[in-house]
């Protein structure tokens, strides 16, 4: 039943979509405050370190598990063990629910581009923003849900009726061409901010407190996890994204070097998006007479009230600067969001023998569902909550857990290297291994046990108690127990017998 696997039009086309999924919210407003508050322009020797120890050799374990397996994520863990497809599942639901609150946030991007044009958040942007927009519930009443707030419903709409018709439109015709089409007018978008940005009065305070190195930082265990959490994230590792975007390339292609233009060009944008964000506000601090400490933020508090401030401030075209600033926001956030459907819509359709269509229209559809969750009074605690534990104990968790089974006890690190070597520019070394084999699954453990005990001991935030339950460790043990039950059906979409890992060892335990 199964027709012919969707394929990738060119190598552009594959790379494009990679550094599309890649780039995204956390290059822009997660590097640049992450960097500074570990260390500035020290941090970039950890932060190196972590992309060429762990970053770049996951990216090359990832494309070839995909292109090997030609496998959705489950199917793909299925085919080396069968007793490791439940690994799959877990990261196709950890996908899931990522992106039903990552389409959120884009709502409120978009909303925002067009809130610029005429700087209708008025001089408090930050009551603007919790009040007025999002119409939040107080603190004491985090974790209720209170009614639908229309202003970020309705563009909720607007965002998953653009994702349903690009994934609808298949990998080809869709992703591909989505990808590339906006990747390079993000570029350039985000360029021309940059290039305001260096040019605004007191721009350079900003980059010396961006570039300035504290290299007393570097004895401190706690930057080195940053760093590697960082890269993590910001190069979609671990979420299935890369196995899924690397299954759809030709029998016959390059692997090596795909992963290294992919993590090189990411990077390459995360460190302009620091050089933008940093030269913004140190011309928010001079504007304000406040050494630039004071004005450093990340995540929400500098996009939607930060920025929107020194938008405020801009002498010439603040209104462009700010349409700029919030469709680079929209645009990298939206080729992101693709990728991480694209997860579970290619499992399910291998899984239940679907059409692509139906695929996309029950998984999508359900996640578009469930993030009206989020355009409500609550939801902002709850996307709070929702990220901070998923992304530990959904992504870097089953990321712990992949490396140690294809690492440790599937031992299929040599296959797989055989395998990138057999087609690639870049022949892997014994370096290759020792990365994945010790330095990634130590660090990674690390951070697993330091997040473990803070979040065992604090409530995260403080927040109340049934919410860290529910919607924090709630969902991220639910989202195992899923995966698990995943495990029961058929493969009903695949042809008839599935074809035995060429691993020596043989068959499935
Ligand atoms: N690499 C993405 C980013 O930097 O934002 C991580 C990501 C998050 C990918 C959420 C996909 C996604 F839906």
Same mark, same amino acid.
């Given at each position: 039943? $199964?027709?012919?696997?969707?394929?990738?039009?060119?190598?552009?086309? /594959?790379?494009?979509?990679?550094?599309?999924?890649?780039?995204?919210?956390?290059?822009?407003?997660?590097?640049?405050?992450?960097?500074?508050? $570990?260390? !500035?322009?020290?941090?970039?020797?950890?932060?190196?370190?972590?992309?060429?120890?762990? =970053?770049?050799?996951?990216?090359?374990?990832?494309?070839? +598990?995909?292109?090997?397996?030609?496998?959705?994520?489950?199917?793909?863990?299925?085919?080396?063990?069968?007793?490791?497809?439940?690994?799959?599942?877990?990261?196709?639901?950890?996908?899931? #629910?990522?992106?039903?609150?990552?389409?959120?946030?884009?709502?409120?991007?978009?909303?925002?581009?067009?809130?610029?044009?005429?700087?209708?958040?008025? %001089?408090?942007?930050?009551?603007?923003?919790?009040?007025?927009?999002?119409?939040?519930?107080?603190?004491?009443?985090?974790?209720?849900?209170?009614?639908? #707030?229309?202003?970020? &419903?309705?563009?909720?709409?607007?965002?998953?009726?653009?994702? @349903?018709?690009?994934?609808?439109?298949?990998?080809?015709?869709?992703?591909?061409?989505?990808?590339?089409?906006?990747?390079?007018?993000?570029?350039? *978008? &985000?360029?021309?901010?940059?290039?305001?940005?260096?040019?605004?009065?007191?721009?350079?305070? =900003?980059?010396?407190?961006?570039?300035?190195?504290?290299?007393?930082?570097?004895?401190?265990?706690?930057?080195?996890?940053?760093?590697?959490?960082?890269?993590?994230?910001?190069?979609?590792?671990? /979420? !299935?994204?890369?196995?899924?975007?690397?299954?759809? @390339?030709?029998?016959?292609?390059?692997?090596?070097?795909?992963?290294?233009?992919?993590?090189?060009?990411?990077?390459?944008?995360?460190?302009?998006?620091?050089?933008?964000?940093?030269?913004?506000?140190?011309? *928010?601090?001079?504007?304000? !007479?406040?050494?630039?400490?004071?004005?450093?933020?990340?995540?929400?508090?500098?996009?939607? #009230?930060?920025?929107?401030?020194?938008?405020?401030?801009?002498?010439?075209?603040?209104?462009?600067?700010? &349409?700029?600033?919030?469709?680079?926001?929209?645009?990298?956030?939206?080729?992101?969001?693709?990728?991480?459907? %694209?997860?579970?819509?290619?499992?399910?359709?291998?899984?239940?023998?679907?059409?692509?269509?139906?695929?996309?229209?029950?998984?999508?559809?359900?996640?578009?569902?469930?993030?009206?969750?989020?355009?409500?009074?609550? =939801?902002?605690? +709850? /996307?709070?909550?929702?990220?901070?534990?998923?992304?530990?104990?959904?992504?870097?968790?089953?990321?712990?857990?992949?490396?140690? &089974?294809?690492?440790?006890?599937?031992?299929?690190?040599?296959?797989?290297?055989?395998?990138?070597?057999?087609?690639?520019?870049?022949?892997?070394?014994?370096?290759?291994?020792?990365?994945?084999?010790?330095?990634?699954?130590?660090?990674?453990?690390?951070? *697993?046990?330091?997040?473990?005990?803070?979040?065992?001991?604090?409530?995260?935030?403080?927040?109340?108690?049934?919410?860290? *339950?529910?919607?924090?460790?709630?969902?991220?043990?639910?989202?195992?127990?899923?995966? #698990?039950?995943?495990?029961?059906?058929?493969?009903?979409?695949?042809?008839?017998?599935?074809?035995?890992?060429?691993?020596?060892?043989?068959?499935?335990?």
């Amino acid at each position: 039943m $199964n027709k012919e696997r969707a394929q990738w039009g060119t190598r552009a086309g /594959f790379i494009f979509a990679a550094v599309g999924s890649a780039i995204g919210l956390g290059n822009i407003w997660r590097f640049p405050s992450v960097a500074y508050e $570990n260390g !500035g322009g020290a941090f970039f020797l950890p932060y190196l370190f972590a992309l060429l120890t762990a =970053g770049i050799p996951l990216l090359i374990m990832e494309f070839t +598990i995909g292109q090997k397996f030609r496998s959705s994520a489950p199917l793909s863990y299925f085919k080396i063990r069968k007793g490791a497809e439940w690994l799959g599942w877990w990261q196709v639901i950890v996908s899931f #629910v990522i992106a039903t609150y990552y389409a959120v946030i884009l709502a409120w991007s978009l909303s925002y581009a067009y809130f610029s044009l005429r700087t209708t958040w008025g %001089e408090d942007t930050e009551g603007y923003l919790f009040n007025s927009f999002l119409k939040v519930l107080p603190g004491e009443n985090a974790g209720q849900i209170g009614s639908i #707030v229309p202003n970020v &419903f309705y563009p909720l709409v607007i965002i998953w009726v653009l994702a @349903l018709v690009i994934l609808f439109a298949g990998v080809k015709k869709g992703i591909e061409r989505a990808n590339r089409i906006f990747i390079p007018l993000l570029v350039v *978008m &985000f360029g021309i901010i940059v290039i305001r940005a260096i040019t605004l009065e007191n721009a350079t305070d =900003g980059l010396q407190a961006f570039f300035e190195p504290n290299w007393s930082q570097l004895t401190n265990g706690k930057v080195w996890v940053a760093a590697y959490s960082q890269i993590f994230f910001s190069l979609s590792i671990a /979420f !299935g994204i890369m196995i899924t975007y690397a299954s759809y @390339l030709p029998k016959k292609t390059d692997i090596t070097n795909n992963a290294f233009i992919t993590g090189f060009a990411n990077s390459g944008f995360e460190l302009l998006a620091g050089i933008g964000v940093f030269a913004t506000l140190g011309f *928010m601090a001079g504007q304000l !007479g406040v050494p630039v400490n004071e004005v450093v933020t990340g995540g929400i508090g500098l996009a939607f #009230v930060v920025f929107p401030q020194i938008i405020n401030e801009i002498p010439t075209w603040p209104n462009l600067f700010g &349409f700029l600033f919030f469709a680079s926001l929209f645009l990298a956030g939206l080729t992101s969001l693709i990728s991480i459907a %694209e997860v579970f819509i290619s499992s399910f359709q291998e899984k239940f023998g679907i059409s692509r269509r139906k695929s996309v229209g029950f998984g999508a559809g359900a996640a578009a569902l469930i993030s009206i969750l989020y355009a409500t009074q609550g =939801g902002l605690y +709850i /996307f709070d909550t929702v990220d901070h534990f998923i992304n530990q104990y959904g992504v870097a968790l089953a990321g712990l857990v992949e490396i140690i &089974f294809i690492a440790w006890i599937a031992r299929e690190l040599s296959v797989l290297q055989n395998h990138a070597n057999s087609m690639s520019d870049i022949r892997l070394g014994a370096w290759w291994k020792i990365c994945l084999g010790l330095i990634t699954p130590i660090v990674l453990g690390f951070m *697993m046990i330091q997040t473990f005990t803070t979040d065992i001991q604090n409530n995260y935030e403080g927040y109340p108690t049934s919410l860290i *339950m529910t919607a924090g460790w709630g969902i991220s043990v639910v989202a195992i127990l899923i995966g #698990v039950l995943f495990t029961v059906f058929k493969w009903k979409g695949i042809n008839s017998s599935i074809p035995a890992s060429n691993n020596h060892k043989g068959v499935a335990k």
